[in-house]
């Protein structure tokens, strides 16, 4: 008999490939089955809630994995060994026991981006946020934001020649905010599904409207054309955060 269970975790991404395991390059999935499986004795796979693209980072992430042993989550010195074993750069927060079928990836109900944007140079968050000097209009930023929660077609935002089954995802927040404290201004957004590259591809087309290159307005026309041409430039990875996923179950 098999025993299911959810793993939330955390992790820097600037020195792995993402997520996913890849044939060239090192992956959180590959370092943490590894980890497992050595601990527990037996082959571990993991079915994260999603991929993330090589330097991203997620804040919070959920996969889930199958054991022969039962009551993981009781034994308190489980994930002290793991973060033991792991690179600094990864972090196991809990390990809960669900149902045989849940499932990390298609039961998620919502996942959050951040985007953070450092105004001024910083030595400390190289690795973990876009450097962009320019003054930005946040106020026209936020205009051409809410344009995207009037729509569910984001071909224009997708990562050319992706394998996307559809590209319709919807979008129930998108919204800058700004930190004046930390000389950062952050993108939140929220969607039940996200193609690749859609985050990155959607800030830097709202950068061009933070410069006054495009006019707010012009965020109808660009999705409405279904045309990746049509949109801005994506923003580079190290400022991407995954900071939220949601089930209609718990796993605290």
């Known amino acids: 008999m098999t025993y299911r269970y959810f793993i939330i975790l955390a992790y820097k991404g600037t020195p792995f490939c993402g997520w996913q395991t890849q044939p060239n390059g090192i992956s959180v999935q590959e370092t943490l089955e590894d980890a497992l499986s050595l601990l527990l004795q037996e082959k571990i796979r993991l079915a994260g809630a999603g991929r993330t ?34 690179p600094k750069e990864i972090a196991i927060y809990r390990i809960v026991p669900v149902a045989p079928d849940a499932n990390a990836r298609f039961d998620a109900t919502s996942r959050t981006y951040h985007y953070r944007i450092s105004t001024r140079k910083n030595p400390f968050t190289i690795d973990l946020a876009y450097h962009f ?38 979008v129930s927040e998108a919204y800058w905010i700004k930190d004046d404290q930390n000389r950062e201004i952050c993108f939140v957004i ?15 087309t709202l950068m061009e409207v933070g ?42």
Request: glycine letters at 6%; aromatic letters at 10%; a neutral charge.
């Open 53 to 86: 693209d090589t330097g991203v980072h997620a804040s919070f992430y959920a996969a889930h994995f199958d054991s022969e042993k039962e009551n993981l989550h009781v034994d308190k010195t489980l994930i002290y060994k793991i973060n033991q074993l792991i």
């Open 133 to 170: 000097y320019r003054p930005l209009d946040l106020e026209k930023m936020n205009e051409a934001a809410a344009i995207f929660l009037m729509y569910e077609d984001f071909t224009s935002f997708s990562k050319l020649h992706g394998n996307a089954k559809t590209n319709i995802c919807h």
């Open 190 to 204: 929220t969607a039940n599904r996200f193609l690749r590259n859609m985050v990155r591809a959607i800030v830097g």
């Open 211 to 252: 410069l006054g290159k495009i006019a707010p307005e012009e965020i109808h026309r660009i999705i409405q054309t279904k045309d990746r041409g049509a949109a801005g430039t994506s923003v580079p990875p190290q400022g991407l955060y995954l900071s939220d996923i949601r089930y209609p179950y718990s796993i605290e």
